[in-house]
């Protein structure tokens, strides 16, 4: 018989340990037949985020497919063990006894019961990490991209989704002069931080309407891992390069969790196949309507004092960025973008479908003082910017402040995106949105 007592010197519990030293104290006992031995070590080891399940994923691999552990290894291996019969105290401590069963009937989950029969799906602790992003990080854009391709495997392996607490901000777009703009000055000064939590983008209980989702800071996802060590092989599958499709056979469909960040690509890539629209169970819609609750009242807000209105999305700033070849000429991705979202252009591409006098609202990326001025001329302009006793109180950084204006330019009546992104979409360049071609950009109106 083995049994043991875990004392840990932090009051925060170890599964939200960062990369500061915990202090481990195990004292056990091991009864043998003649002898009774005291064993008692204390153990020092560094946790990064997540770090506790990639001990499990090495803790659970058949030696066949792992190197002989070092006598370090060893003794977590060791410690993982007790884990799995021992729970921390502390803030997210939970009794000894305590099950899944005794979990869901004490702590009763917000709106949306979990269930004893649910399943988890969890790739990673961040958006695309692990991944080609994990040391710089995507734009939203990006970063919704590889949300909505987990969310979709999750619906369809009929999974519980376990989403990241929190999503990476990328500085470049994350420019004050955005919301601050005006037509005689513009900042470059940018928002403070470099990440915000998910629910403050995401209206999770909204979300786990469609797709049972729950976040991986919570009680419920600590409580779960730690079953799955107590079920041993039945309890975690560390999948790479396994299709959703081979996800859904008996191997993997008894097991507690699923864990995807043994892959090293970007979640999206996971989704090649988005292509084929009859295979897409989330449109592009999706998440744009799922955001947080008091986005969508700002949202509402704005729509309001606008009243009857049409809108234009004009994406310059980082798309619009060159490198020259090796002869020194200058070449661009979309060649006819610069030219397309410029307000001669755009005024061109618009007029039939948005009649003179209309109040356009537009949201875009550009930060020139007064650069979309010429099209007062023929509308009434609004940004953001003029909504500020609405948007100040609640926006933090550009990603909240996007959300809201995609809210608004959706509720328009006549809506010209930048680039298409279904076949009935009305756009204001005909450039793809995805090209790897660098090109000569194109500056006449006779040129495509």
Known sequence: ALCGKLHVSSSNSLLMATQSERQLWISSTYVGTRHVTSICCRIYFYLRPCSLLEHLKMATMSKAQRTKPTSGSQLVFAFLLLLSSV?????????????LIDYFVRYPRGKRQHTLSEKYLYWGNRIDCPGKNCETCAGLGHQESSLRCALEEAMFLNRTFV??????????????????????????EGWVGSSCAMDSLYDIDLISEK?????????????????????????????????????????????????RTASPLAWFVECKDRGNRSGVMLPYSFLPNMAAAK????????????????????????????????FGVERIQFPHLDRDTRPEFILHRIEKRIPQGRTLFIGSNERTPGFFSPLALRYKLAYSSNFSEILDPIIKNNYQLFMVERLVMMGAKTFFKTFKEYDTDLTLTDDPKKNKNWEIPVYTMDER
């Open 87 to 99: 729970i921390s105290t502390g803030k997210l401590g939970l009794p000894y006894q305590q099950t």
């Open 163 to 188: 989403m990241p607490s929190g999503m990476c901000i990328n500085p470049i777009h994350n420019k004050k002069g955005i919301l601050n703009r005006s037509d005689n000055k513009t900042t470059e």
């Open 211 to 259: 797709i049972p989702v729950i976040l991986d800071d919570s009680k419920t996802w600590h409580v779960v891992l730690s079953t799955s060590m107590k079920l041993e092989e039945r309890g975690i599958a560390h999948v790479y390069g396994v299709s959703r499709h081979r996800l859904t056979e008996s191997h993997y469909s008894n097991l507690l969790i699923i864990n």
């Open 295 to 326: 986005l969508r009242n700002a949202a509402e807000k704005i729509k309001a004092q606008l009243g009857d209105y049409d809108a234009i999305h004009v994406r310059r700033g980082d798309k619009l960025k060159t490198r020259k070849d090796r």
